[in-house]
T-cell receptor
Protein backbone atom coordinates (compact mmCIF):
# COMPACT_ATOMS: atom_id res chain seq x y z
CA UNK A 1 0.00 0.00 0.00
CA UNK A 2 0.95 3.65 -0.19
CA UNK A 3 1.28 4.29 3.53
CA UNK A 4 2.28 2.60 6.76
CA UNK A 5 -0.22 -0.11 7.55
CA UNK A 6 -0.97 -1.32 11.07
CA UNK A 7 -3.12 -4.15 12.36
CA UNK A 8 -5.30 -4.67 14.23
CA UNK A 9 -6.74 -1.17 14.28
CA UNK A 10 -8.50 -1.96 17.56
CA UNK A 11 -7.81 -4.65 20.13
CA UNK A 12 -9.51 -5.36 23.42
CA UNK A 13 -7.76 -7.92 25.57
CA UNK A 14 -8.00 -9.26 29.07
CA UNK A 15 -5.39 -8.40 31.64
CA UNK A 16 -2.62 -11.00 31.63
CA UNK A 17 -3.01 -12.02 28.00
CA UNK A 18 -0.33 -11.50 25.35
CA UNK A 19 -0.93 -9.29 22.31
CA UNK A 20 0.85 -8.86 19.01
CA UNK A 21 0.64 -5.69 16.95
CA UNK A 22 1.78 -5.66 13.36
CA UNK A 23 3.31 -2.90 11.25
CA UNK A 24 3.89 -2.97 7.51
CA UNK A 25 6.10 0.02 6.63
CA UNK A 26 6.26 1.88 3.36
CA UNK A 27 8.12 -0.22 0.81
CA UNK A 28 11.81 0.64 0.68
CA UNK A 29 11.91 2.50 3.99
CA UNK A 30 14.87 1.35 6.03
CA UNK A 31 13.94 2.90 9.37
CA UNK A 32 10.98 1.75 11.46
CA UNK A 33 9.77 3.19 14.76
CA UNK A 34 7.25 2.22 17.39
CA UNK A 35 5.68 4.86 19.60
CA UNK A 36 3.00 4.71 22.26
CA UNK A 37 0.46 7.38 23.05
CA UNK A 38 -1.73 7.23 26.12
CA UNK A 39 -4.96 9.23 26.23
CA UNK A 40 -4.18 12.95 26.25
CA UNK A 41 -0.44 12.39 26.33
CA UNK A 42 2.40 13.02 23.90
CA UNK A 43 4.13 10.36 21.88
CA UNK A 44 6.43 8.05 23.81
CA UNK A 45 9.28 6.46 21.88
CA UNK A 46 9.52 2.68 22.28
CA UNK A 47 11.95 1.16 19.78
CA UNK A 48 13.74 1.97 16.54
CA UNK A 49 15.01 -0.30 13.75
CA UNK A 50 17.47 0.93 11.12
CA UNK A 51 18.43 -1.46 8.35
CA UNK A 52 20.47 -4.40 9.64
CA UNK A 53 21.76 -2.56 12.70
CA UNK A 54 20.89 -3.68 16.21
CA UNK A 55 17.63 -2.01 17.23
CA UNK A 56 17.52 0.83 19.74
CA UNK A 57 15.33 -0.59 22.50
CA UNK A 58 15.94 2.20 24.98
CA UNK A 59 12.29 3.25 25.11
CA UNK A 60 10.73 -0.11 25.93
CA UNK A 61 9.05 0.35 29.34
CA UNK A 62 9.59 -3.17 30.66
CA UNK A 63 10.73 -6.64 29.68
CA UNK A 64 7.13 -7.51 28.86
CA UNK A 65 7.59 -5.48 25.68
CA UNK A 66 9.54 -6.78 22.70
CA UNK A 67 9.65 -6.14 18.99
CA UNK A 68 11.17 -7.72 15.96
CA UNK A 69 11.51 -6.81 12.35
CA UNK A 70 11.73 -9.68 9.91
CA UNK A 71 13.53 -9.34 6.59
CA UNK A 72 13.94 -5.62 7.10
CA UNK A 73 10.26 -5.02 6.45
CA UNK A 74 7.31 -6.05 8.61
CA UNK A 75 7.60 -5.50 12.35
CA UNK A 76 5.72 -7.05 15.24
CA UNK A 77 5.41 -5.46 18.68
CA UNK A 78 4.59 -8.02 21.37
CA UNK A 79 3.28 -7.20 24.82
CA UNK A 80 3.27 -10.11 27.25
CA UNK A 81 1.05 -10.39 30.32
CA UNK A 82 -0.75 -7.16 29.48
CA UNK A 83 -1.63 -4.71 32.24
CA UNK A 84 -4.28 -2.01 32.28
CA UNK A 85 -1.62 0.69 32.06
CA UNK A 86 -0.64 -0.75 28.67
CA UNK A 87 -3.89 0.64 27.24
CA UNK A 88 -2.86 3.17 24.61
CA UNK A 89 -2.59 3.68 20.89
CA UNK A 90 0.55 2.11 19.49
CA UNK A 91 1.87 4.01 16.48
CA UNK A 92 4.29 2.64 13.92
CA UNK A 93 6.26 4.88 11.60
CA UNK A 94 8.83 4.44 8.87
CA UNK A 95 11.29 6.68 7.14
CA UNK A 96 13.45 6.42 4.03
CA UNK A 97 17.17 6.67 3.65
CA UNK A 98 18.43 9.66 1.77
CA UNK A 99 17.91 13.37 2.00
CA UNK A 100 14.49 13.22 3.62
CA UNK A 101 16.36 11.80 6.59
CA UNK A 102 14.17 11.97 9.63
CA UNK A 103 10.94 12.72 7.76
CA UNK A 104 8.85 9.92 9.12
CA UNK A 105 5.49 8.66 8.06
CA UNK A 106 3.07 7.32 10.64
CA UNK A 107 0.40 4.69 10.46
CA UNK A 108 -3.05 5.20 11.92
CA UNK A 109 -2.18 3.23 15.03
CA UNK A 110 -3.41 0.17 16.87
CA UNK A 111 -5.74 1.07 19.73
CA UNK A 112 -5.18 -1.34 22.60
CA UNK A 113 -7.57 -1.61 25.53
CA UNK A 114 -6.72 -3.91 28.41
CA UNK A 115 -9.70 -4.79 30.58
CA UNK B 1 19.00 14.54 21.07
CA UNK B 2 17.98 18.04 22.12
CA UNK B 3 14.72 18.54 23.99
CA UNK B 4 12.15 21.13 22.97
CA UNK B 5 9.78 23.40 24.87
CA UNK B 6 6.41 24.45 23.47
CA UNK B 7 3.36 26.19 24.93
CA UNK B 8 0.69 23.74 25.96
CA UNK B 9 -2.11 25.37 23.99
CA UNK B 10 -2.92 28.27 21.67
CA UNK B 11 -5.98 29.68 19.96
CA UNK B 12 -6.12 31.29 16.55
CA UNK B 13 -8.96 32.94 14.66
CA UNK B 14 -9.92 31.29 11.39
CA UNK B 15 -8.23 32.99 8.43
CA UNK B 16 -5.50 34.52 10.55
CA UNK B 17 -1.89 33.41 10.74
CA UNK B 18 -1.06 30.90 13.45
CA UNK B 19 2.44 31.32 14.88
CA UNK B 20 3.59 28.38 16.98
CA UNK B 21 6.83 28.89 18.91
CA UNK B 22 9.36 26.29 19.96
CA UNK B 23 12.48 26.58 22.10
CA UNK B 24 15.37 24.19 21.51
CA UNK B 25 18.23 25.91 23.29
CA UNK B 26 20.42 22.78 23.49
CA UNK B 27 20.23 21.97 19.79
CA UNK B 28 23.52 20.84 18.31
CA UNK B 29 25.02 21.81 14.99
CA UNK B 30 23.94 18.71 13.09
CA UNK B 31 20.37 18.58 14.38
CA UNK B 32 17.39 19.57 12.29
CA UNK B 33 14.12 21.06 13.52
CA UNK B 34 11.05 19.06 12.50
CA UNK B 35 7.38 19.87 12.86
CA UNK B 36 4.61 17.31 12.88
CA UNK B 37 0.95 17.62 13.71
CA UNK B 38 -1.62 15.17 14.93
CA UNK B 39 -5.27 15.65 14.22
CA UNK B 40 -7.54 13.92 16.70
CA UNK B 41 -7.56 10.13 16.36
CA UNK B 42 -5.11 10.11 13.46
CA UNK B 43 -1.41 9.32 13.18
CA UNK B 44 1.00 12.26 13.20
CA UNK B 45 1.62 14.03 9.90
CA UNK B 46 4.90 15.55 8.74
CA UNK B 47 4.71 19.31 8.09
CA UNK B 48 8.16 20.78 7.50
CA UNK B 49 11.76 20.66 8.61
CA UNK B 50 14.86 22.85 8.45
CA UNK B 51 18.46 23.25 9.60
CA UNK B 52 19.45 26.92 9.49
CA UNK B 53 17.55 28.65 6.74
CA UNK B 54 13.89 29.50 6.76
CA UNK B 55 11.77 27.02 4.86
CA UNK B 56 8.39 27.19 3.17
CA UNK B 57 6.18 24.56 1.62
CA UNK B 58 2.54 24.20 0.69
CA UNK B 59 1.54 23.65 4.30
CA UNK B 60 3.57 26.09 6.36
CA UNK B 61 6.64 28.23 6.86
CA UNK B 62 9.41 27.58 9.35
CA UNK B 63 11.41 30.45 10.77
CA UNK B 64 14.60 29.49 12.63
CA UNK B 65 16.48 32.11 14.64
CA UNK B 66 20.08 32.85 13.74
CA UNK B 67 21.38 31.15 16.90
CA UNK B 68 19.06 28.18 16.17
CA UNK B 69 17.83 28.12 19.75
CA UNK B 70 14.23 28.67 18.77
CA UNK B 71 11.89 28.44 15.82
CA UNK B 72 8.37 29.37 14.80
CA UNK B 73 5.97 27.41 12.66
CA UNK B 74 3.64 29.67 10.70
CA UNK B 75 0.34 28.56 9.23
CA UNK B 76 -0.42 31.61 7.07
CA UNK B 77 -4.21 31.29 6.90
CA UNK B 78 -5.46 28.94 9.58
CA UNK B 79 -8.58 26.90 8.85
CA UNK B 80 -10.73 24.82 11.18
CA UNK B 81 -9.02 21.70 9.79
CA UNK B 82 -5.72 22.96 11.21
CA UNK B 83 -6.98 22.31 14.74
CA UNK B 84 -4.50 19.72 16.00
CA UNK B 85 -1.57 19.09 18.31
CA UNK B 86 1.66 20.41 16.81
CA UNK B 87 4.95 18.77 17.74
CA UNK B 88 8.33 20.44 17.42
CA UNK B 89 11.20 17.98 17.61
CA UNK B 90 14.88 17.99 16.81
CA UNK B 91 17.00 15.19 15.48
CA UNK B 92 20.00 14.31 13.40
CA UNK B 93 19.55 13.71 9.70
CA UNK B 94 21.61 10.57 9.38
CA UNK B 95 21.17 6.88 8.90
CA UNK B 96 22.37 6.15 12.42
CA UNK B 97 20.31 5.71 15.54
CA UNK B 98 18.31 8.84 14.90
CA UNK B 99 15.14 8.22 16.84
CA UNK B 100 13.00 11.22 17.52
CA UNK B 101 11.52 12.20 20.87
CA UNK B 102 8.13 13.86 20.87
CA UNK B 103 6.92 15.95 23.79
CA UNK B 104 3.33 16.88 24.50
CA UNK B 105 3.22 19.51 21.75
CA UNK B 106 1.01 22.59 21.38
CA UNK B 107 -2.71 22.08 21.07
CA UNK B 108 -3.83 24.62 18.48
CA UNK B 109 -7.51 25.44 18.35
CA UNK B 110 -8.72 27.40 15.35
CA UNK B 111 -11.79 29.39 16.27
CA UNK B 112 -14.49 30.24 13.70
Amino acid sequence: GAGVSQSPSNKVTEKGKDVELRCDPISGHTALYWYRQSLGQGLEFLIYFQGNSAPDKSGLPSDRFSAERTGGSVSTLTIQRTQQEDSAVYLCASSPQGNRGNTIYFGEGSWLTVV
Amino acid sequence: DAKTTQPTSMDCAEGRAANLPCNHSTISGNEYVYWYRQIHSQGPQYIIHGLKNNETNEMASLIITEDRKSSTLILPHATLRDTAVYYCIVGRQSTGANNLFFGTGTRLTVIP
